[in-house]
Every structure is written in structure tokens, then in C-alpha cells.
């Protein structure tokens, strides 16, 4: 049975989704308040956490780049449930990491489907294991990359952006099949976020970026 933490102050939704979920096969804990997540962290590793934004204590984007910042907990699944329906928000969001968006209110049946989608990403995600292009060394399951010798700092997003590269080698990935499978949405008209998730990745990458092609009008590539 899998485990998910749910962090939302009202109370009638958090018991809403705790009911719902547990009687879709999960083992749901809610929380009301970042700290008590925090303690809760401490005795359980869940398999997923549904997250508010608006929190009394501490803003679930807080929580959100605390959880992508280490290596412990970066690999949890991260779906945000929030009130906050604007599209700079969503942004914000997923390139912090988040791996789905849901605004209230919200429809169960559908919040359960993106939950499950969420969690099979997740599952492949950890059996990738190692991936190597060249010089470069990408290890899935303790997110560590490395070029030679050097250790590489990436953030979430451009993690999940090089390993989906290279996991599709030598296969030209559209800009809309990248915000997709790292992003996981179809957020028309932002393409600009994966130009800019791309610079920046080859250059933290130094000389070994050469690899990511851009494909003209089209997207890009590693051979």
C-alpha cells in the first residue's frame, strides 16, 4: 500500500481526500500545517505528497524547494493543490519540481487519476538506474551527475530534462514532448521554459553541453 501526505489547513478538504483516497487503496495521512509535515517526514518516507501553497506557517513553495533540495527526499512525487489557479503560478510550480498542478475546486475521480499517473512516472523514473552519454554519468536513483570527474549541481528540472534526453538518444524530442514528459503538462505556448532549461543545463554542463543538439524549429536531441 502506498503511502501519501497530504498538507492542507481546511479541514473539510483534507478530510475529504483522506476518505476518498483511503478508499482507493491508499494509506493517506493529512496534515495541517508545515510543521506537523515536517515531524511526520521524520518517521515516513510517503510515495507521494499532495501539497497547498497557502499554508498558516510556511508556503508550500517553501516546502516544495526544501523537498527538491535534498537528496533524501527530491525524488517524491509533488502534486500541488491549491487555490491559486494563475498561469505564473503553475510555472513557478513545475519548474520548482512539482510533478502536477491541481486547482481548487477540484474533481476526486480526476484528482485520483493524476495521482495514479503521478506515481507510474515516478516508478519508471526509479528504475532508469544509471545513464551514461560520453563523459557524462547520470545516476536516477541517488540523482547525482557527473562529468569525468566533476560533480555536477543540476536543479530538478534540468535533471529530469538531461536524463529524459539521454533516455531517448539519438531521437529528436519536441519542445511539447519535453514540457510533457519533465514537466508533466502540455502548457502550450511555454516552450520558452525548456529553451531556457536547455542553456542553462549546457552550461553547467561545460564542454560536454555540445551533446544537446538543437534541432532547427523543432526541438533537440543527443547522439
Known amino acids: 500500500m ?10 473539510d478538504i ?6 476518498t483516497l483511503s478508499s482507493s487503496g491508499f494509506r493517506v495521512t493529512g496534515f495541517d500545517s508545515a510543521a ?20 498558516p506557517d510556511e508556503d508550500g513553495m517553501q516546502i516544495l524547494k526544501k523537498l527538491k533540495a535534498s537528496g533524501k527526499t527530491a525524488s517524491i512525487p509533488t502534486i500541488m493543490l491549491t487555490a491559486k489557479s494563475g498561469q505564473i503560478d503553475k510555472i513557478k510550480a513545475l519548474d520548482g519540481g512539482a510533478d502536477d498542478y491541481v486547482t481548487k475546486p477540484f474533481d476526486i475521480p480526476e484528482l485520483i487519476s493524476r495521482i495514479n499517473a ?20 547520470v545516476d536516477s536513483n541517488s540523482r547525482r551527475v557527473t562529468v569525468g570527474e566533476n560533480e555536477v549541481t543540476l ?6 530534462l538531461l536524463s529524459q534526453l539521454i533516455r531517448n538518444k539519438g531521437l529528436v524530442m ?7 514528459s519533465v514537466w508533466g503538462t502540455d502548457f502550450k505556448g511555454e516552450s520558452r521554459t525548456v529553451d531556457v532549461h536547455i542553456r542553462t543545463l549546457r552550461q553547467k554542463l561545460g564542454a560536454a553541453g555540445s551533446c544537446i543538439e538543437t534541432v532547427r524549429n523543432v526541438g533537440y536531441k543527443v547522439d
Open 118 to 137: 503521478v506515481l507510474r512516472r515516478s516508478a519508471k523514473k526509479t528504475t532508469a538506474g544509471v545513464l551514461k552519454l560520453g563523459n557524462i554519468t
Open 174 to 180: 519536441t519542445r511539447d514532448k519535453l514540457m510533457v
Open 14 to 19: 483534507k478530510e475529504l481526500i483522506e476518505y
Open 155 to 160: 536543479t530538478y528540472k534540468e535533471f529530469e
Open 36 to 55: 506537523a509535515f515536517w515531524e511526520g517526514m521524520k518517521t515516513k518516507t510517503p510515495s507521494l505528497v499532495l501539497l497547498d501553497i497557502m499554508l
Open 2 to 11: 502506498q503511502d501519501i501526505f497530504c498538507v492542507e489547513d481546511d479541514a
